[in-house]
Antibody
Framework: EVQLVQSRAEVKEPGESLKISCQGS????????IGWVRQMPGRGLESLGI????????RYTPSFQGQVTISADKSISTAYLQLNSLKASDTATYYC??????????WGQGTMVTVSS | QSVLTQPPSVSGAPGQRVTIACTGS?????????VHWYIQVPGTAPKLLLY???SRPSGVPDRFSVSKSGTSASLAITGLQPEDEADYYC???????????FGGGTRLTVL
């Protein structure tokens, strides 16, 4: 079964950093772009950017450029989302999703991130 | 404020037909980019519902269909069922942002 499995929920304090992982299986990871999507509590979906599994080429949505870092390691079929200097406003569920034909066809289960002192 | 505009909520009785509009502009839907739709049951991850020109992933019934005209798209659900109650999102590509954009989401309530 084609799937993306994300790392578990995290609780962090303001100012800390965090790296979320997303491992693909049952498809050729290096042939696909993987996207990251944020969903703040009670809010809609926001695209953060995409990364190519083959060479870690990352493209960011302008409003998130410099705020997040997206990367990929094809040797272990895993994409990453790094958040630095966490703020309470980073509290959200973060999803990875396989990007195909400009659609997101396979989604991870989501990683809930809570930033609180 | 989302680049794609959706009504916050729609509702219908079982068996009825409902539509959800997704309004964009010239850099996205108006430029001819495909509109894709997702369903999200609260507390779970979104799932692709429809993509491109009325294409459905395996398992999605043909009660769901889409149309597109100019700078807008619309999702239609016929024969409404209780399990259709969820949040629905449209998504497209925006050339001015050089990236994917989502609508704000529509909560469907089955009365």
């Amino acid at each position: 079964e084609v799937q993306l499995v994300q790392s578990r929920a995290e609780v962090k304090e303001p100012g800390e950093s965090l790296k979320i992982s997303c491992q693909g299986s049952a498809f050729k990871f290096s042939d696909y772009w993987i996207g990251w999507v944020r969903q703040m509590p009670g809010r809609g979906l926001e695209s953060l950017g995409i990364v190519y599994g083959g060479d870690s080429d990352a493209r960011y949505t302008p409003s998130f450029q410099g705020q997040v870092t997206i990367s990929a390691d094809k040797s272990i079929s895993t994409a990453y989302l790094q958040l630095n200097s966490l703020k309470a406003s980073d509290t959200a569920t973060y999803y990875c999703a396989r990007h195909q034909g400009n659609a997101f066809d396979i989604w991870g289960q989501g990683t809930m991130v809570t930033v609180s002192s | 404020q989302s680049v794609l505009t959706q009504p916050p909520s729609v509702s219908g009785a079982p068996g009825q037909r409902v539509t959800i509009a997704c309004t964009g502009s010239s850099p996205n839907i108006g430029a001819g980019y495909d509109v894709h739709w997702y369903i999200q049951v609260p507390g779970t991850a979104p799932k692709l519902l429809l993509y491109g020109n009325n294409s459905r992933p395996s398992g999605v019934p043909d009660r769901f269909s889409v149309s597109k005209s100019g700078t807008s798209a619309s999702l239609a659900i016929t024969g409404l069922q209780p399990e259709d109650e969820a949040d629905y999102y449209c998504q497209s590509y925006d050339t001015s942002l050089s990236g994917s954009i989502f609508g704000g989401g529509t909560r469907l309530t089955v009365l």
